[in-house]
């Protein structure tokens, strides 16, 4: 038998024993995961959130969902999003519901309700950084995430857009000048100068509107004296509804408060100036 063909007879039998190894080998148990819910995140209705210093209820309405209590305002819906993903999670320990105590689940320091389903966030686990989860008779560990995505006060809930998609505007009014919707394009009137608003201009600030996401929100009980009103803007929407917003300014930034629901949305100055007149626009071309 030459060199080569007990080189290639040596790597036949390895190759074939190493098969057989791995045909025989026992297989190791796969590791169980325990769904923390059955429930679906499109069946749930209400969700009831309480931390220390508040609860916060919300409701969902024609697919949308809305701030209840404390107040009552539109929900963001990529943050509601954020935490019905409860409801798809697992965890790889699932204990007896006991010595609650030794977990941080006595006393939750936050607690979820979504529907009649309870969700109480304990304390962590110092081997794994995992959090402590009761709901449905057992304990759970799972991420950290999932409490990171409950608010802490209810302004992070609100949802950062002036206008939602069905509320479509037909005419603003401010104090020197009105633009409507008229004849399939919009017009500018009481206005004291030409400053070159027509249609175009107009739709970009109709669309600009409709997409401005606010950096931040107060309520109205947290703007101080620091905020002058400058005006008031009434909107008239293709539903026959009316919304005013007060508008509230510093030197850095201004608030649109919507009057109504006593909520205000506050932009940098430059972007707030847009949105309050048309021809911010034009002179930024």
């Known amino acids: 038998m030459t060199h080569h063909s007990r080189l290639n007879l040596i790597m036949l039998i390895t190759i074939g024993g190493l098969a057989i190894f791995l045909y025989f080998r026992p297989q190791s148990a796969a590791i ?13 209705q209400s969700l009831r959130i309480l931390n220390k210093h508040q609860e916060i209820v919300l409701k969902q309405s024609n697919n949308q969902w809305h701030l209840r209590e404390p107040i009552e305002a539109r929900a963001d819906e990529e943050k509601i999003g ?68 409950l608010p802490l006060t209810v302004s992070d809930l609100i949802s950062p857009e002036l206008l939602v998609p069905d509320e479509i505007p037909v005419r603003f009014e401010m104090e020197q000048w009105t633009a409507e919707f008229q004849n399939g394009e919009w017009r500018i ?20 509107w409709q997409t401005a996401r606010a950096e ?28 005013e917003f007060k508008i509230l300014q510093n030197k850095y930034s201004l608030v649109l408060l919507r009057m109504a629901e006593g909520i205000g949305y506050q932009f940098p100055a430059k972007l707030g100036q847009r949105l309050i007149s048309p021809r911010a626009i034009v002179l930024n071309q």
């Open 32 to 44: 169980q995961q325990y769904p923390i819910s059955t429930t679906t995140a499109d069946a749930v």
């Open 82 to 149: 954020k935490i019905l993903e409860i409801l798809m999670a697992s965890s790889y320990q699932r204990l007896a519901l006991e010595d609650l105590e030794r977990f941080g689940l006595d006393q939750p320091y936050l607690q979820l309700h979504a529907d009649n389903e309870y969700f109480g966030f304990g304390g962590f686990s110092p081997t794994t950084n995992q959090q402590y989860l009761a709901t449905n008779d057992f304990a759970y560990l799972i991420s950290p995430r999932y409490a990171l995505a």
């Open 189 to 208: 009137s009481k206005h004291y100068s030409d400053d070159g608003c027509g249609n175009e201009i107009l739709t970009k600030w109709i669309q600009l």
């Open 216 to 243: 931040a929100l107060k309520l109205e009980n947290e703007l101080d004296s620091d905020w002058i009103e400058t005006g008031v803007i009434r909107i008239s929407l293709q539903s026959g509804k009316v919304i």
